[in-house]
């Protein structure tokens, strides 16, 4: 009855009754790992909750200060908290950091000085890293600082390269740069326990040096963070998994006091440090979005798994495939060609609560080295924990799909990318 119902309202918005039972019956069968990660959502949540409690967060951490921002106790009790979660020393948590990739730059650019080096031994860094480091040429970049760059590749089948990864360490390395997500790549994402495995790999040749995980897409996907495996700081976005779609700006980076402290002079600067940098009102957004992130990231979860496993029945390329376990929200689907991305991106649109009105188009983006696609309707602009997908218009024509902020919005919006695909007769249906 509720499911004839439920027919028509999707018929209403445009989903044909064919796509709804060919989704619907693929839905069925993956309910027992929707239960898993219903599990592990339980337990970060739990995490979460007892970080806020043990911290004895309060009424009066809500509201927010300007100006300067001396003496802001919510900011304050909001780091206090992100380093309990991530159960480590210290947090740096603050609207100041505009994305991602300004987190991941501060990072660096704290901890490194003239003459150092940094070693990824997972392979290629994030696009937008690129320029940061200087391996794209850029101004401003680390290169010009002084500081050098290496990477190791990970190999064929996805492992360490542990061979090349010693012989790469060397007096000058002082920071290891590991990326959790495959980003736009098609390398698989690491777990938890590799990343511990590739630390405790490199601090046994070189006990100092520090292990950065750039953990974008990765929070509260397991149920532990690379923090409690041995990485000195984990940084990501707010407008990303922990900032559970409430956060309307931010970054953190969560790691070791002597790692913060130097973060933190160079956020704001030498000598002031932590204590400025006014919360003006987002405390709250950010308290509630974290408080929110593990369901947040669990309904993003199973509709990367519900896209996975219908994409993969039409027969394309999935990275991860239907089956694997999951160690970030990024879905890949490879496409093979720039019709079927631009479909797909055109349903994701059409299902999001903004802008669902407006064509995705191909256009330059800053930081990156071909166009880029992408489909978002967000209420916070740019966050990729809302409904979103983005591809490289490049071969081998993969889009990337990430987020929504519930389950039935996530999967609503991957059965209208399957829907356009099939008015568009881009697939033998
Ligand atoms: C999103 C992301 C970043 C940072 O991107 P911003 O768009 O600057 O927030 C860095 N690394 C990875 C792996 C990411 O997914």
Redesign the pocket.
Known sequence: MIEETLKKYYSEIGISEKVYDYCQAIEKKLKSRFDDIDTIAELNQAKVLHAMQETSFAEEHLSGTTGYGYNDIGREKIEEIYARVFKTEDALVRQQIT????A?YIALSANLRPGDEILSPVGKV?D??EGVIGIRESKGSLAEFGITYRQVDLLPDGSFDYEGIKKAINEKTRLIEI?R?K?YDTRPTLSVAQIGEVIAFIKSIKPDVICMV?N??GEFVEDKEPSEVGADMVVG?L??NPGGGLAPIGGYICGTRECIENCAYRLITPGLGKEVGASLGVTRNIAQGLFLAPTVTAAALKGAIFAANIYESLGFKTVPDGKSERHDIIQAVEFGKPELIQAFCEGIQKAAPVDSHVTPVPWDMPGYDSQVIMAAGAFVSGA?IELSADAPMKEPYAVYFQGGLTYPHAKLGIMMSLQKIVEKGLIVW
Do not use: A, P
Not at 99 to 102: D, N, Q
């Open positions: 994305c991602g990739t300004h991941l994030y937008t890293l990326q997500s980003g750039d974008c897409y976005s407008i990303k990729s």
